[in-house]
């Protein structure tokens, strides 16, 4: 079955995680390159068509 996925990159620490196109953008989760307990700023950085 195909089916959307999307890589986010968070622009701060660079940590990546892929995730299909339904389910959203990933947890907030913790950035290690904040300062105190931030979450990850993820922003999308490639697209997959299956
Ligand atoms: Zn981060």
Redesign the pocket.
Known sequence: MAANRIEYM?S??G?KETRYAIQGRPNPGK???KEGNKP??WVVNRKFEK
């Open positions: 968070c701060h620490c940590k950035c290690p390159r990850h700023t």
